[in-house]
């Protein structure tokens, strides 16, 4: 199952996919940059200079706003965000 849903109060779209047996793979997307789930290679994302910021271990959209950035590239550093940081804070710097 694919869910998709717009993220109250910024503009950012959230893309979930329900996985088998597994955590759901989410990420939220926004005008400049993304916050992913633990699923996606952060090395590709760095190598194609994508404004990333990885928030793992989560399982809907409000725990990936509420718990903390734990990887962001280059590029989202250049943004502003910071490792700690909630995802909610990144992704109001990557819209």
Do not use: H, P, R, Y
């Given at each position: 199952m694919i869910e998709?849903?717009?993220i109250?109060?910024?503009n950012a779209v959230g893309i979930k996919v329900t996985m088998p047996g597994a955590p759901p793979l989410i990420l939220i997307r926004g005008a400049r940059g993304v916050l992913?789930?633990?699923y996606l290679?952060?090395?590709v994302a760095e190598r194609l200079?994508?404004?990333a910021a990885i928030v793992s271990g989560v399982k809907n959209f409000e725990e990936m706003l509420d718990k903390p950035v734990t990887y962001s590239t280059r590029k989202a550093n250049e943004l502003g965000v910071k490792l700690g940081m909630s995802g909610r804070d990144?992704?109001?710097?990557?819209?």
């Open positions: 998709i849903s717009q109250e109060n910024v992913f789930c633990g290679n952060t090395e200079g994508l404004a990144a992704l109001n710097l990557l819209v």
